[in-house]
């Protein structure tokens, strides 16, 4: 099921035909959860992913020439992600009961039998520190740490240089620290 | 070295020159707060790493072929090329036409004469007629140097025309005006036993700015075979088809084709078409609607064709349709015409559709249960077709030669890479997933089916029960009857 397009599949250096049907299969889960990471639901992850891949599927016929199909969809998904987090722009209102339900790591002993506990509410504020970031920082940690993008792959879904996306990273971490430090000095308050 | 927290965060990166990591790490050995830092970081990155991953709910995949199959994006499908594949032509015409083209196919004897089964207009965007083609379906491969003879057109118009295998493309050479109409007289196709049509095909094309192609006369129905197991023509047919050279487009050639001189169909003063109807023929006529016309005003689609009884007058007498102008007309010969006492034998519970084949209903027996919505893929191949049913996890192959099914478990999974094929014929698709597997696995298959002709497609569809057999129908546009005794029967189902 050809897509009539020549296009390179990412790591792959050959020209080949490539369906829209094996694109789908093999980048769903993917998009799929970068877009859930960046967004932070399900059903926005469900439509963005649905939204992604339909406008990937329009503008395929107008691809000219070689194209990465990888680095490609992401930009598809983190610009509609971006234009839907600025659009809302994202202002949420965190219950304080929420935050006290977090344990904090130092009240937890070693081999205490609530590590697993404390992983899963651990998960729940890394979940919530990125919901708190600029979506630009978001994307670039989501895309990096989660994805395990390069700085080059990122500037190439980001639309900017890789030297940017250095930079980038760099805030983000910053802004994700000083977060996390809030979001647990309000925990353990 | 200073304390530069940038340094931490491009190190993790891998963005520091072999150097510049020297010197770090040299700096982090005697300064605890960098050193610090960079665990926080590490910590960072490992809590991110962490987090769980979804599988996208199963429903996305189907959301995404239905949004794409109702044309929701067709409007930017610009460019592409497979014949039948074309959002104007959506899988449920693609498939109607294989369906029907194949059960006539079967059915045809050789030494008859090409039949034209279907018609299409196919639109790239409703909003413009720029790359408006023809397609032609007739009931088995088509000799190309007959086309540009066959083909006439009033007033004239340069077409390019292209074959493969029984579809002839009609691609114009020249701008088509919206609002213009054309007739099309399809006379003297031959196959390639060398048979010739018969009877001419007045087809009337109205351009825009939903593009129509209506078909004014009826060919005539295919000589009637008493069973499905027609035995050695059928058999000769299908060796036939299989002999022919691989691949599919078969000629390209520009052609100015001449006026038609054939008998257009009046406009009726309300605008519907008026269709000039062979009597010997008892077509069923059916509407497809071209998933680009999703956009098109809602009152613009409420139009359907509307079949009425053709007169049994000796010569041609006019049957009128009613065609909107954002549909696109096929027809299709019914495998079999119904009868008023068969309709009469068929059970309350039967759905409609086999009220139009009571053959199939009387083969079938009485329904045994309500019909079951199951997620269904389907895929079409040179000799047949393979259904995966989601609920069971069975592939069905269904192969027209010898019009018999087989069931095999479905044993890909998800992630299963298969190796890779070489050259398949033009115009051909990969079988890809369950259906590549069993593909690869059983020669057999391979064998019989060939090669697929058309993407593979997922939708829910329903499967009901019956005392000898199932009904599986796809919101493709095509019922499978399977019976118990192995054989099966593909019907068109427009209406799903």
Redesign the interface.
Known sequence: ????QCMVVEGVQTREEV?F??I??AY??RI??CI??LMGN?ED??DL??ET???A???L??VKGELKVGPWLYRIATNLCMDQLRRRKLIRWEPLESLLSVFHPRQIAKDSPERETLRQE??EM??RV?EKLPPKYRAC??L???Q?M??EEIAEVLGTT?SAV??L??RA??E??AV?ERLEGAGSA | MKCDPRKLSYYLDGELSPDEIRQLQQHLETCARCADDLARYRRMEHSIRRLERHRPPAELRHEVYREIERGRVGRWRRGWSRPLLSPAVPLTAAFILAAGAAAVWRLQPTGTAPVMTAAFAVQESPESLEGLRLELVFDRPVAPDSVAEAVRVDPPLSFTHRVQENKVELIPQTAVTAGSSYTIVVDNVRDRQGNVQSEPVVLSLNAGPIASLVQESSPPRPPSVPTADAGEPKLAQAEGARSAPEGAVSDVAPTQLPASTGPAGPPAPDGAMVAVASPRTSQATATVTAAAVAAAPAAEARSTVVPTPSAPAPTARPTTVRVSPESVAMTIPPLRSPTPAASRDASPDAPELLLENPDVQRQLGSVTSAPRQVPLSEQAYQGGAMLYRGDNNQILVLVRSTARWQAFPNTWRPGEVLAPLGNRPPGTFEPLRGFGKLWRDQPAVKNQLGWPVYEERSALGTVQSFQKGALIRSTFGVAYALFDDTTWRALPDARR
């Open positions: 099921m050809a897509v009539g369906a049907d094996d789908f299969e769903q889960d799929y959860n859930y990471r399900s992850a469900y992913t649905q891949f339909l406008r599927y329009a503008a016929p107008k651990s998960r890394v979940h990125l940690l989501v990096r740490e989660y395990g390069s700085c890789r250095k930079s990273l760099f971490r910053e994700f620290r996390h």
